[in-house]
């Protein structure tokens, strides 16, 4: 029952900007968009969230529609280091709920 | 700082042996979380707590699985007459507010 749609796979030169799309078309009014990253064989690691509002941290930039039904995790400036599995997660509130995860995008950074 | 720690790293056991899995959140964290991930997958909730308390365990596949964190620190997840299809890799998480930090994860194998 994943809340939201990535494409499965995506593909960016090294150096240039990584856009990775997101749809959460049924997402509801207290519910928040959450992204992670999976490298390797590693344990899942947080990236950014957010609400409503663009946001903005040291490691990407997520932009959310005015309508709220999609968003778009940019990594501006993408290494090798960046090659991983990008999953765009829809939770409840801003407390402790469970996180569900999709399939993800598996984000590959070409020399 | 010390990041969530989990024992063992590997565990290979014989089907119908019982299994502890050991999960260390990070100090001071509240929400503590049990995730199941197939190789190829996103990982799968199976329960979590705030402090002591045992929130949701709706993940948990049977009755075979049970989990506890008694003083609100150490979380141990428990796998009784364990089977095949119970291999896979169990993650855990703690959270204080919002974002959650992930375990190295427990590979479990069961010939």
């Known amino acids: 029952d994943a809340k939201t749609t990535q494409p499965p796979s995506m593909d960016c030169a090294e150096g240039r900007a990584a856009n990775l799309p997101c749809n959460h078309s049924t997402i509801s009014g207290n519910e928040y968009v959450y992204w992670y990253r999976q490298i390797h064989s590693q344990g899942p690691q947080y990236i950014i969230h957010?609400?409503?509002n663009n946001e903005t941290n040291e490691m990407a930039s997520l932009i959310i529609t005015e309508d709220r039904k999609s968003s778009t995790l940019i990594l501006p400036h993408a290494t090798l280091r960046d090659t991983a599995v990008y999953y765009c997660i829809v939770r409840d509130n801003y407390g402790n709920e469970k996180l569900t995860f999709g399939t993800g995008t598996r984000l590959t950074i070409i020399p | 700082g010390a990041g969530v720690s989990q024992s063992p790293r590997y565990k290979v056991t014989k089907r119908g042996q019982d299994v502890a899995l050991r999960c260390d959140p990070i100090s001071g964290h509240v929400s503590l979380y049990w995730y199941r991930q197939a190789l190829g997958q996103g990982p799968e909730f199976l329960t979590y707590?705030?402090?002591?308390?045992?929130?949701?365990k709706s993940g948990l596949p049977n009755d075979r699985f049970s989990a506890e964190r008694p003083e609100g620190s150490i979380s141990t997840l428990t796998i009784q007459r364990t089977e095949q299809r119970d291999s896979a890799m169990y993650r855990c998480?703690?959270?204080?507010?919002?974002?959650?930090?992930f375990g190295p994860g427990t590979r479990l194998t069961v010939t």
């Open positions: 707590f705030n402090y002591e308390a045992q929130q949701d």
């Open positions: 998480a703690s959270s204080s507010l919002g974002e959650q930090y």
């Open positions: 957010g609400l409503k």
